[in-house]
């Protein structure tokens, strides 16, 4: 089975800095999918981003921007500007081009410092 | 937001006790996921479907069976609840396989 690493169970960051989160993944595959979901308190957990392995350009949502580094098999997330409300858990998710399985990381718990 | 909603919401259960939980969505998506939600494991995913009636096994299937008769339901079913099985639950659905999923808000199962 695949694995999804996150390294960082707890991150904090003052508001309106930048913070990385960190992923890193074992594949032998050439195409696949990569994405990070954040979980609220509130518990429903909601896509950020998303990127294609084939896709050479790092995704970008907003403040929210991948460094998908292929070779090294990371994919960190960065949030620019933090705000109060990013505070959440934050996982890191891959899924193979043809299969139909998700694999998670254990999550990367964030705090945002006012 | 998807259309997604779990119930119920929170459930306590004695040890051998069958429970379902299901999973509605009025988005018509093709696939929908159960995962459970452990601390120190993320999330894992227990089975999914890729239509009515067309189910298969994720990674933590063991003692769980599901239905899917309807495209808008998909039921979880503990035949016999166990302290292991003490999680949260999360239904996901996804338009089709290359889609992104979209979570429930999750059920808190507790078996005593």
């Known amino acids: 089975a695949q694995t999804v690493t996150q390294s960082q169970p707890e991150m904090s960051v003052q508001e309106a800095e930048t913070v990385t989160l960190s992923c890193t993944y074992d594949t032998s595959e050439s195409d696949y999918y990569l994405f990070w979901y954040k979980q609220p308190p509130s518990r429903q957990m909601i896509l950020v981003i998303r990127q294609e392995a084939y896709k050479q350009q790092n995704a970008t949502e907003n403040r929210f921007s991948v460094n998908f580094q292929k070779a090294a098999k990371s994919f960190s997330l960065k949030i620019s500007d933090s705000q109060l409300g990013d505070a959440a858990m934050y996982f890191c998710a891959y899924r193979r081009a043809t299969g139909n399985q998700f694999y998670f990381g254990t999550g990367t718990s964030l705090t945002v410092i006012p | 937001d998807a259309g997604i909603t779990q119930s119920p919401r929170h459930k306590v259960t004695e040890t051998g006790t069958p429970v379902t939980l299901r999973c509605h969505q009025t988005?018509?998506?093709?696939?929908m996921y159960w995962y459970r939600q452990d601390p120190g494991h993320g999330l894992r995913l227990i089975h999914y479907s890729y239509g009515v009636k067309d189910t298969d096994k994720g990674e933590v299937s063991d003692g769980y069976s599901v239905s899917r008769s309807k495209t808008e339901d998909f039921l979880l079913t503990l035949e016999s609840a166990t302290s292991s099985q003490t999680s949260v639950y999360f239904c996901?659905?996804?338009?089709?396989?290359?889609?992104?999923?979209?979570f429930g808000p999750g059920t808190r199962l507790t078996v005593t």
């Open positions: 988005e018509n998506h093709r696939y």
């Open positions: 996901a659905i996804s338009f089709d396989r290359d889609y992104e999923q979209y």
